[in-house]
DNA sequence: TTCTGAATAGTCGGTATTGACTATTCGATT
DNA sequence: AATCGAATAGTCAATACCGACTATTCAGAA
């Protein structure tokens, strides 16, 4: 599993115990601008940090409802977070961006016609920016994500803005 | 697959006929900022291209090289390459960053080593974005990508810059 | 000419990931 | 008290993806 994923479930479980829908359900909530991990997928690597030692998971019934997993960090989880945690603030992990690869072929359509839709590629940015600016304020470090998101979302606005403006200076042939 | 990969593949054989190698050694050259598709993915997708009928295979032998399979695309492929293209430039996908899960969990770390651990992905940042600065100039958008990579890693710089900066001010407790 | 290292051109077994599905419970509505 | 939709809590078969490996050719050194 990629490093980030595995950080992201130890440092969860570092903070709280919790049993694998709550985890997915917190990382959909509150982490969607860093990864996109999917509910079955979070269960795998649950399953597979636990048979590597690095977490427990133990049953438990709250009400009438069936029972569940819980999962906690046992003491070899935590220090391998640790590790982790720092190889990542150490490192520069590039981003990637799907969307250049559009841009990458823009020649096969016409110059009125890519203008248009990255026109309304645009609007979407920029009704991403707008909702990214309207989350409410979060706690700690979670406020940190949401204002590099803010930050990367402002700097692709004006990024794309550039490209649509020289688009309309470009000399055809 | 996913359509990032797929508009890739086909737009490389629409602008010219490739074998597997020759594609995979383009995208890692020239096209690292915006997807990471490894030699054996290439090939599989390919195939699978191949059976969706949008592309077409034929055995080439140069000099005394073992034979190999030559693609290109199929008029299917062709309109396929060019709506995929559309919906590419028209839609806004946003950027994960995996480095802010880092981030979101630096509180479990003294501040003096937060701060020393970012430096160090600040340098290494600083060196990305003179790599990039340095790559000798491209003809028509793949110039366009080079520039996005450069805007995107100085307003990381900057950001990441703003975060260390503010970690020093940063009350204990 | 024989060896060695780099470039070419892939294949294959195993892991990671996901979409689609199941099943239960709860609250509200009829 | 029966029904319906949303929330909870997962499972599983099928796909996508990749690391490590194979095999050939070529250029140059020994």
């Known amino acids: 599993m990629s490093m980030e994923r595995e950080l992201l479930l130890l440092g969860l479980l570092q903070q709280q115990d919790m049993h694998g829908y709550q985890l997915h ?17 979070a269960y795998y690597l649950l399953d597979k940090l636990a048979k590597e030692g ?5 049953e438990e019934r709250e009400g009438n409802r069936p029972p569940r997993q819980v999962y906690k960090l046992t003491p070899a989880g935590q220090a391998h977070f640790l590790n982790l945690l720092r190889q990542n603030l150490a490192t520069h992990l590039p981003a990637r961006f799907p969307g250049d690869i559009g841009l990458a072929f823009a020649d096969s359509l016409p110059l009125p016609e890519i203008h248009a839709l990255l026109q309304t590629r645009r609007s979407a940015l920029a009704e991403a920016l707008a909702a990214a600016e309207q989350t409410p304020p979060h706690t700690g ?6 204002e590099h998101q803010i930050a990367h979302l402002q700097s692709e606005l004006a990024w794309l803005d550039g490209v649509i403006d020289r688009l309309g200076h470009t000399k055809p042939g």
């Open 25 to 41: 359900e917190f990382i959909e909530r509150y982490m969607q601008s860093c990864v996109d991990l999917k509910k079955s997928t």
């Open 141 to 146: 470090s979670l406020q940190l994500l949401i």
């Open 54 to 58: 690095l977490i427990l998971s133990s």
